[in-house]
């Protein structure tokens, strides 16, 4: 019992110590860590050395401490995608109407697909909220799109079978991804589940590095393999379309 309440100390201390660094104007030094918190300098010292292994904190040229690389990195991962839905809700919304189906919006982020906005359509089929659930790359179009840009990459192990259509097969997989590249879009059909379908569309920054994904998603008896592609265009349009307005803007600015 006592090993487990040190060990609840050493962590309540060290989260102490984060805290105070991340919300102090002027990097801390270690002495005044110590004092603050009133903990030995030897044992600051161990705690600051194990948050700085684990990336969560660095020194400055002064030897203060501030911020690591891996907050830094999610704060900005954060930042990049409530940019990312401010610019493109638009183009969801005018899609969900245009179709009557769910638009989504998705991004990479830590090895996994984060979905970050959605609107839907005006038919109560099919009008799940998918914003927050963690889906596969390999069974979604969204997924696919940020697999076949380099987005993302393959996870490592044994493909899941979500449902009667899923690719589970790797070389299969890569083959499909060359004709996402080609077509610009990927489409799935059964594949994340029994009666769902979807089409996604890259979002492009300037400089022509795909950064999300736009997805229309519906119940297979509404949506057939032609309307898929012509949606998959359409998604294509409205995204240019607004780079295009927005470029515009810019120059005339």
Same mark, same amino acid.
């Given at each position: ?19 105070? #660094?991340?919300?102090?104007? &002027?990097?801390?030094? =270690? @002495?005044? *860590?110590? !004092?603050?918190?009133? #903990?030995?300098?030897?044992? &600051?010292?161990?705690? =600051? @050395?194990? *948050?700085? !292994?684990?990336?969560? #904190? ?196």
């Amino acid at each position: 019992m006592s090993e487990l309440v040190t060990g609840t100390q050493a962590i309540d201390r060290a989260s102490a110590l984060l805290i105070h #660094i991340l919300e102090c104007s &002027t990097p801390p030094l =270690l @002495s005044e *860590l110590s !004092r603050s918190h009133e #903990i030995p300098k030897s044992t &600051t010292s161990r705690m =600051l @050395s194990a *948050l700085e !292994r684990q990336g969560l #904190i660095r020194r400055d040229r002064n030897g203060a401490y501030i911020a690591g690389d891996v907050l830094s990195t999610f704060a900005r991962s954060q930042n990049h995608d409530s940019v990312l839905v401010a610019r493109m809700h638009t183009v969801l919304e005018k899609l969900a109407h245009t179709t009557g189906e769910t638009a989504n919006l998705a991004v990479s982020s830590n090895g996994e697909m984060k979905l970050i906005d959605q609107v839907d359509g005006h038919y109560l089929l099919g009008a799940t909220n998918w914003v927050g659930k963690r889906i596969p790359f390999h069974a979604s179009a969204l997924g696919k799109i940020l697999l076949a840009y380099g987005v993302a990459t393959i996870p490592m192990g044994r493909l899941e079978k979500l449902a009667s259509k899923t690719v589970t097969s790797r070389p299969r997989l890569l083959v499909e991804l060359e004709g996402v590249r080609k077509k610009g879009y990927a489409i799935i059909i059964d594949e994340l589940e029994d009666g769902l379908v979807a089409v996604a569309a890259p979002i492009r920054e300037n400089d022509g590095r795909v950064v999300g994904a736009i997805s229309i998603s519906g119940p297979s008896p509404r949506l057939t393999q032609k309307d898929l592609a012509k949606i998959g265009d359409l998604i294509i349009e409205e995204i240019h379309t607004l780079q295009s307005n927005n470029e515009g803007k810019i120059g005339a600015a």
